[in-house]
């Protein structure tokens, strides 16, 4: 695998998480990242993505809890996630896109990594 989300586990409602992307091959800061997650019976969705220039898009549910940023040093792409709800239990993916406008749309992107789990509950 060389697309991998990590960070997942186990947090209580009102709490945080921060969910890391990386990869061992290419240079991510050339790539629109993007943050997916998928519930239990529900579709993939979009949470947030980054294109190049470090501008950052995020779904109208989680914005303002959820924060998304490059660090190019470490190769890597944080979601820093705030105010944790349960319905924010999902499996968490980042994917890339070569595509030139960063969007929400899952199939806009062509590579996904193995997602990381998070479970909001008490």
């Known amino acids: 695998v060389q697309l991998q989300a990590s960070g997942g586990g186990l947090v209580q409602p009102g709490g945080s998480l921060s969910l890391s992307c990386a990869h061992s091959?290419?240079?991510?800061?050339?790539?629109?990242i993007g943050w997916f997650r998928q519930a239990p019976g529900k579709e993939r969705e979009g949470v947030s993505c980054?294109?190049?220039?470090?501008?950052?898009f995020y779904m109208h549910d989680m914005k303002g809890r959820v924060t998304i940023s490059r660090d190019n040093a470490k190769n890597t792409v944080s979601l820093q996630m705030n105010s944790l709800e349960p319905e924010d239990t999902a499996i968490y993916y980042c994917?890339?896109?070569?595509?030139?406008?960063?969007?929400?749309?899952?199939?806009?992107?062509?590579?996904w990594g193995q997602g990381t789990l998070v479970t909001v509950s008490s």
């Open positions: 994917a890339t896109s070569t595509k030139r406008i960063a969007t929400l749309l899952a199939e806009m992107y062509d590579d």
């Open positions: 091959r290419i240079t991510l800061d050339y790539y629109i």
């Open positions: 980054i294109d190049s220039n470090g501008r950052a």
